[in-house]
């Protein structure tokens, strides 16, 4: 690691940033750390240099254009009024409309979402497509509500949201706990307030202007991603390959569906009670209608295939996931935050894992990728593997302002197109800057290189 350049010492460097605005927020600090060191590179150069320092671009990066916070009452199903928070940070706009997922879990706060609007902005950035970095969302937990406490929770939450968002200001999306029936009602909702029939949010159910691929596409961009990358990287193809896959939702099922499509035997899914181990392949049908249609525990797999191991989360390894533990060629974080642990990155490297391509935003811990960069496994990072969600979006926000529809083939097409071209991006972006085969620092590097160059062009 550089320790110093232009006698900066990079470490009092971060620590300052850090002081400036996130000491409290530990998750937005490790997304914000590993990006500084990444691009340090580009510090070498004096004009590069000295143009980030008079512009102070780092730390108008770090900080949010604005954190929107609000209050959100709704009557539960026993006519109890429940109140939760809700949250919009408005990070950057230089590239594009603020454009980021609505994320509903019990553990939202500032932090997480400090965080995912951080990477967005990166991410989004390596897109190539006309977008700003955003994200929002609620500590509501969705789990065990009924279908009509989800309608009144997300009516209520429009109501607040409404006055920050517009197709041209911020397009928020889904993300945990929020996908298709979730947007629809959120949708429905701004339409009702303000009878305007628009592209304010994406992911949206097709009847409303949703684009066609858009719940398929983070899943299968990454597995797009994974493809090429080993091509570039000279590996084996996925093609008969045992693959482990983690979480069990909109990201995760679409991975699976890929891997299958492609002739990979995903042998894995988990949710946030436990792990199913089904050695001859996930049966995917059985798993959408589980999770999609009765929405219920993986647990019930079992009924129908006795002889699929469930692992629950008592019985995981201490700091470890029962994932992980599977041998495997290829692996898939695609459930949440650090669910991958330097534990788990060693029991991969150990077991003979070829690459880990992150589906889920910074699945990885901070010492699980310093140790995968340091083996001989690919690293494919979350900002640029599991970026053609918000490149699909991107195609909505297309369709919805010419008022057009895409077919499925064409979608499939661009979202395949532009995984290819962040990937082959990425890898160039590594090697130019003397870090070659390190898909980490290369889409960190690449990603900050075109917002910095549209922050340095913008009055203050
Ligand atoms: P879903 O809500 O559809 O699924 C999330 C899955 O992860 C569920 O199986 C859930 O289990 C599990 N999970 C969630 N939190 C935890 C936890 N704390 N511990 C263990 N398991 C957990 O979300 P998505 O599939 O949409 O999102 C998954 C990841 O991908 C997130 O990191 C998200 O930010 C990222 N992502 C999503 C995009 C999208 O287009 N949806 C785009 C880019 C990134 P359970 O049901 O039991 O809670």
Same mark, same amino acid.
Request: hydrophobic share 40%.
């Given at each position: 690691?550089?320790?110093?350049?232009?006698?900066?010492?990079?470490?009092?460097?971060?620590?300052?940033?850090?002081?400036?605005? &996130?000491?409290?927020?530990?998750?937005?600090?490790?997304?914000?750390?590993?990006?500084?060191?990444?691009?340090?590179?580009?510090?070498?150069?004096?004009?590069?240099?000295?143009?980030?320092? +008079?512009?102070?671009?780092?730390?108008?990066?770090?900080?949010?254009?604005?954190?929107?916070?609000?209050?959100?009452?709704?009557?539960?199903?026993?006519?109890?009024?429940?109140?939760?928070?809700? /949250? !919009?940070?408005?990070?950057?706009? @230089?590239?594009?409309? /603020?454009?980021?997922?609505?994320?509903?879990?019990?553990?939202?706060?500032?932090?997480?979402?400090?965080?995912?609007?951080?990477?967005?902005?990166?991410?989004?950035?390596?897109?190539?497509?006309?977008?700003?970095?955003?994200?929002?969302? @609620?500590?509501?937990?969705?789990?065990?509500?009924?279908?009509?406490?989800?309608?009144?929770?997300?009516?209520?939450?429009?109501?607040?949201?409404?006055? /920050?968002?517009?197709?041209?200001?911020?397009?928020?999306?889904?993300?945990?706990?929020?996908?298709? !029936?979730?947007?629809?009602?959120?949708?429905?909702?701004?339409?009702?307030?303000?009878?305007?029939?628009?592209?304010?949010?994406?992911?949206?159910?097709?009847?409303?202007?949703?684009?066609?691929?858009?719940?398929?596409?983070?899943?299968?961009?990454?597995?797009?991603?994974?493809?090429?990358?080993?091509?570039?990287?000279?590996?084996?193809?996925?093609?008969?390959?045992? &693959?482990?896959? @983690?979480?069990?939702?909109?990201?995760?099922?679409?991975?699976?569906?890929?891997?299958?499509?492609?002739?990979?035997?995903?042998?894995? &899914? +988990?949710?946030?009670?436990?792990?199913?181990?089904? *050695?001859?392949?996930?049966?995917?049908?059985?798993?959408?209608?589980?999770?999609?249609?009765?929405?219920?525990?993986?647990?019930? /797999?079992?009924?129908?295939?006795?002889? =699929?191991?469930?692992?629950?989360?008592?019985?995981?390894?201490?700091?470890?996931?029962?994932?992980?533990?599977?041998? &495997?060629? =290829?692996?898939?974080?695609?459930?949440?935050?650090?669910?991958?642990?330097?534990?788990? *990155?060693?029991?991969?490297?150990?077991?003979?894992?070829?690459?880990?391509?992150?589906?889920?935003?910074?699945?990885?811990? =901070?010492?699980?990728?310093?140790?995968?960069?340091?083996?001989?496994?690919?690293?494919?990072?979350?900002?640029?593997?599991?970026?053609?969600?918000?490149?699909? +979006?991107?195609?909505?926000?297309?369709?919805? *302002?010419?008022?057009?529809?895409?077919?499925?083939?064409?979608?499939?097409?661009?979202?395949?197109?532009?995984?290819?071209?962040?990937?082959?991006?990425?890898?160039?972006?590594?090697?130019?800057?003397?870090?070659?085969?390190?898909?980490?620092?290369?889409?960190?590097?690449?990603?900050?290189?075109?917002?910095?160059?549209?922050?340095?062009?913008?009055?203050?």
């Amino acid at each position: 690691m550089l320790e110093s350049i232009h006698n900066i010492d990079v470490k009092a460097e971060i620590a300052k940033l850090k002081n400036l605005n &996130c000491a409290e927020d530990d998750v937005f600090f490790q997304a914000m750390e590993e990006v500084l060191l990444s691009i340090l590179p580009l510090f070498e150069s004096d004009e590069f240099y000295t143009k980030m320092k +008079s512009h102070s671009i780092l730390k108008r990066l770090v900080t949010p254009d604005r954190i929107i916070k609000f209050k959100v009452t709704w009557f539960d199903d026993n006519q109890n009024v429940q109140v939760n928070m809700g /949250y !919009r940070v408005q990070f950057n706009n @230089s590239l594009g409309p /603020y454009k980021g997922g609505l994320r509903f879990h019990p553990t939202v706060n500032e932090g997480i979402l400090k965080f995912l609007g951080f990477e967005q902005i990166l991410k989004n950035a390596l897109t190539g497509l006309p977008i700003g970095g955003g994200k929002g969302g @609620s500590n509501f937990d969705p789990r065990g509500k009924s279908d009509f406490e989800i309608m009144k929770f997300c009516t209520a939450f429009m109501k607040e949201l409404s006055k /920050y968002i517009g197709p041209r200001i911020d397009v928020p999306a889904g993300d945990i706990g929020v996908g298709g !029936r979730e947007i629809g009602y959120l949708f429905s909702e701004y339409k009702k307030m303000t009878s305007s029939f628009e592209g304010v949010l994406t992911g949206k159910p097709s009847f409303f202007g949703g684009s066609v691929m858009r719940p398929e596409a983070t899943g299968y961009g990454v597995i797009y991603f994974t493809r090429r990358m080993l091509e570039l990287e000279g590996k084996e193809s996925l093609e008969g390959k045992i &693959c482990t896959v @983690s979480g069990a939702g909109n990201v995760a099922l679409h991975a699976i569906e890929k891997l299958q499509q492609l002739g990979a035997i995903p042998v894995t &899914c +988990s949710d946030s009670r436990g792990t199913i181990y089904d *050695a001859r392949g996930v049966d995917l049908p059985l798993l959408k209608e589980l999770k999609l249609q009765k929405r219920v525990s993986l647990e019930v /797999y079992k009924e129908e295939h006795p002889e =699929a191991e469930y692992i629950p989360v008592s019985q995981y390894p201490k700091e470890g996931h029962a994932v992980w533990t599977i041998p &495997c060629y =290829a692996a898939f974080p695609c459930a949440t935050q650090n669910e991958l642990t330097l534990l788990d *990155a060693n029991t991969l490297i150990d077991n003979g894992c070829h690459s880990v391509s992150e589906g889920a935003n910074m699945p990885s811990t =901070a010492e699980a990728v310093h140790t995968m960069l340091k083996s001989d496994m690919c690293l494919a990072p979350a900002k640029a593997a599991n970026a053609g969600g918000v490149a699909t +979006s991107s195609f909505e926000m297309s369709q919805n *302002a010419s008022m057009s529809k895409w077919t499925r083939d064409e979608v499939d097409a661009k979202l395949e197109a532009v995984m290819i071209d962040i990937c082959e991006n990425v890898s160039a972006t590594a090697k130019e800057y003397g870090v070659e085969g390190n898909y980490v620092d290369g889409a960190n590097i690449a990603g900050f290189k075109r917002v910095s160059e549209a922050m340095m062009a913008e009055t203050i």
